[in-house]
Structure formats: C-alpha cells, structure tokens
T-cell receptor, first 110, second 110 residues
C-alpha cells in the first residue's frame, strides 16, 4: 500500500507557464482533496472530489482546475502560473473524519 | 476569515509531562474536528478526530476534548515524548468545507 503519492516533488515554473500536479491513491477512497500551504499558515482547500466525475471548489480555487476520471487519480492543473501560486501543495484522500496526505509538491513560480 | 484558530504558535514541555494544544473555531456548522501532526518536508499525518456530537475521544496517548458551547477543542498528549516534537494542526470539516488552523509547534525536551 503506497497510500497517497504525488509527483513531482519540486518544480520551478516561469510566470504564465502551465503544469499538472499528479496525485494517486491506492486506498479506494471516494474523497480526495487538494490543499496549498503557504509559509507559517495552515492548509487551505483548493478543490475536492467526492467520487469519480464529481468535483467542487474549496476555499481558494482561483487559478486552478481539477478532474476526477477515476477513483485513484485526482490531478491539479495550473493554467497560467503566477507568483502568488508559489506554495507547497498537498493531495489527500480519505473519509469525512480521516484524511491521508501525500508528501507534497513544492512549487516556485518566478 | 479565519474560522479555525490556533492562538499558540509554539509550546515547549518536558518529556513525560502532559502537552495540551488548543484550537478555537467560529463556525457552528462544523461537524468533525481533526488533529494532524506534521514533520518538515512531509505531509500531515492524521492523529485523531472527534464528531461534533461527542465531547471526548481517546486513542492511546492522545485525547481530544470538544467544548461546543465555547467552540473550543484541545488535544492532550500524555505522556509527551521527544518524538512528538512536530507542528500540530487542528482542522474542522463541514459539508463542502475543510478549514485548518495555522499550527502549533510542539517541542518535547528530554
């Protein structure tokens, strides 16, 4: 059981570039989440999904898109990278009272 | 708006003593509360949760107390161990929402 895996671990983007952060879970969870964590702050919910084909916005969705075509995968897309999107991104899966997190992707936009 | 607050950025305790981490919230619609532990360069690790219909939940050395009238929860760690040194986040969930506090850095001294 690998749990929740995220790729890449690190990435540097130029302003205006796009990229996809990958997230995969092997625990057959219906719920999956994307968060960002800025320095000295708590995690903020970007998007979440309650099952394949179903996604919804969290607290800070602007500048991001998601899709959920399978139970296992929940990729996060940045279309036009901006310096404000410099952060650490965490994917999680679980149930309503328990979440398991991936190791994170550290993204820098210059 | 910060709906979940951890007002103590840091806490230091002696090994073997009790650690008490506090968290306050403002939204009475939250129905689950969760505690996570985070080491540097890793994703958060789930510790314990509590439903809003309960006032206490215990799991080994970890106990979470919920005071709904005060909109306050706390995590007790007894006895504290040096390996417990980490940043602890409280989180609150409602339908379509999940909010995190900014975290408390716990240091357990040998």
């Amino acid at each position: 059981n690998a749990g929740v895996t995220q790729t890449p671990k690190f990435r540097i983007l130029k302003i205006g570039q796009s990229m996809t952060l990958q997230c995969t879970q092997d625990m057959n969870h219906n719920y999956m989440y994307w968060y960002r964590q800025d320095p000295g702050m708590g995690l903020k919910l970007i998007y979440y999904s309650v099952g394949a084909g179903i996604t919804d916005k969290g607290e800070v969705p602007n500048g991001y898109n998601v899709s959920r075509s399978t139970t296992e995968d929940f990729p996060l897309r940045l279309e036009l990278a901006a310096p404000s999107q410099t952060s650490v991104y965490f994917c999680a899966s679980g149930v309503v009272d328990t979440q398991y997190f991936g190791p994170g992707t550290r993204l820098t936009v210059l | 708006d910060q709906q979940v607050k951890q007002n103590s950025p840091s806490l230091s305790v002696q090994e073997g003593r009790i650690s008490i981490l506090n968290c306050d919230y403002t939204n009475s619609m939250f129905d689950y509360f969760l505690w996570y532990k985070k080491y540097p360069a890793e994703g958060p690790t789930f510790l314990i949760s509590i439903s809003s219909i309960k006032d206490k939940n215990e799991d080994g050395r970890f106990t979470v107390f919920l005071n709904k009238s005060a909109k306050h929860l706390s995590l007790h760690i007894v006895p504290s161990q040096p390996g417990d040194s980490a940043v602890y986040f409280c989180a609150a969930s409602a339908v379509n929402d999940m909010r995190f506090g900014a975290g408390t850095r716990l240091t357990v001294k040998p």
